[in-house]
């Protein structure tokens, strides 16, 4: 019976997981929750749980160690990326590092809750409430926080920020190079000190780290955006002083014409007076 309840608390984690990703990667772009990209990730995602406990479950393999957590999250996010960058035609650059970030926060987010309920919890001894309160309450907070998450993201715009950061190449590459290293932060943590109580420093650091990246982010994004705007006021003026140019041109070649057809008019005006309208008029200087 036991064994059952524990399948179905760990499916059920998976699909928060697997829920949470494309919800915050979509809010990342400024993009709606398509159902498609969302059963395709959600399925994958359980898939492949499916697929690796079944491999530890008869090859009796242990999965620990810093190359093996940062490739599984690499996996994650190379997948969801492909999803964004197919299904909602956004650039790839920017779908993966929309995957990579949702990614970090995501598994940050959701470890860190946990770590926090063992702490908070840590004399439980039954065993069905262990399942409850360890692993699916945390995670169930995690789905909840990332769907705040998407909201604020909406009404902040802060998706018309992120494009700006993938208009050049540069910034692109260093954008996306800074998610992949803010994915790879909470295995190394974890890697590093396993045992770690999660303490009220502990729980505020890496908050205050995923709200301190989403922040850098912005800000790197508004300065990108702001530059883009000098640069355009720049190539304004430009053609405001060509145009100028142009103008002050036009009117000393106006000005010429007008002196040469005076002459002229002046020339046939005093031959008119003088009788001789057969002869070319001279003009006047």
Same mark, same amino acid.
């Given at each position: 019976? /036991?064994?059952?309840?524990?399948?179905?608390?760990?499916?059920?984690?998976?699909?928060?997981?697997?829920?949470?990703?494309?919800?915050?990667?979509?809010?990342?772009?400024?993009?709606?929750?398509?159902?498609? %990209?969302?059963? !395709? /990730?959600?399925?994958?995602?359980?898939?492949?749980?499916?697929?690796?406990? &079944?491999?530890?479950?008869?090859?009796?393999?242990?999965?620990?160690? %810093?190359?093996?957590?940062?490739?599984?999250?690499?996996?994650?996010?190379?997948?969801?990326?492909? *999803?964004?960058?197919? *299904? +909602?035609?956004?650039? !790839?650059?920017?779908?993966?590092?929309?995957?990579? &970030?949702?990614?970090?926060?995501?598994?940050?987010?959701?470890?860190?809750?946990? =770590? +926090?309920?063992?702490?908070?919890?840590?004399?439980?001894?039954?065993? /069905?409430?262990?399942?409850?309160?360890? #692993? +699916?309450?945390?995670?169930?907070?995690?789905?909840?926080?990332?769907?705040?998450?998407?909201?604020?993201?909406?009404?902040?715009?802060?998706?018309?920020?992120?494009?700006?950061?993938?208009? =050049?190449?540069?910034?692109?590459?260093?954008?996306?190079?800074?998610?992949?290293?803010?994915?790879?932060?909470?295995?190394?943590?974890?890697?590093?000190?396993?045992?770690?109580?999660?303490?009220?420093?502990?729980?505020?650091?890496?908050?205050?780290?995923?709200?301190?990246? +989403?922040?850098? &982010?912005?800000?790197?994004?508004? /300065?990108?955006?702001?530059?883009?705007?000098?640069?355009?006021?720049?190539? %304004?003026?430009?053609?405001?002083?060509?145009? *100028?140019?142009?103008?002050?041109?036009?009117?000393?070649?106006?000005?010429?014409?007008?002196?040469?057809?005076?002459?002229?008019? #002046?020339?046939?005006?005093?031959?008119?007076?003088?009788?001789? &309208?057969?002869?070319?008029?001279?003009?006047?200087?």
């Amino acid at each position: 019976m /036991y064994q059952i309840y524990a399948i179905l608390v760990s499916n059920a984690v998976f699909a928060c997981y697997g829920l949470a990703m494309p919800w915050l990667s979509a809010g990342l772009l400024g993009r709606e929750r398509g159902w498609r %990209l969302t059963l !395709a /990730y959600f399925l994958y995602f359980l898939l492949l749980q499916w697929a690796v406990n &079944l491999f530890i479950m008869f090859t009796q393999w242990d999965p620990q160690g %810093l190359w093996y957590s940062v490739g599984v999250f690499s996996a994650h996010a190379l997948v969801l990326g492909l *999803m964004l960058w197919r *299904m +909602l035609r956004v650039p !790839a650059a920017e779908a993966f590092s929309a995957a990579l &970030l949702s990614n970090f926060v995501i598994f940050t987010c959701g470890s860190v809750v946990e =770590r +926090l309920m063992i702490g908070w919890f840590p004399d439980l001894e039954n065993i /069905y409430l262990i399942g409850l309160v360890y #692993s +699916l309450a945390p995670h169930l907070f995690m789905l909840l926080l990332s769907r705040l998450a998407v909201l604020l993201l909406h009404r902040s715009g802060f998706h018309r920020y992120f494009a700006h950061l993938f208009e =050049r190449r540069w910034s692109a590459a260093l954008t996306l190079a800074v998610s992949f290293l803010l994915m790879g932060i909470w295995p190394v943590v974890d890697t590093l000190y396993p045992d770690a109580e999660a303490s009220f420093g502990y729980v505020s650091f890496f908050f205050g780290l995923v709200l301190a990246a +989403l922040f850098v &982010l912005q800000f790197l994004a508004m /300065y990108a955006a702001s530059q883009d705007k000098i640069r355009a006021q720049e190539e %304004l003026i430009a053609q405001q002083q060509a145009h *100028m140019a142009l103008l002050e041109q036009l009117q000393q070649e106006v000005r010429a014409f007008r002196h040469d057809f005076t002459n002229l008019f #002046s020339g046939l005006t005093l031959q008119a007076q003088a009788g001789d &309208l057969g002869s070319r008029p001279a003009p006047l200087i």
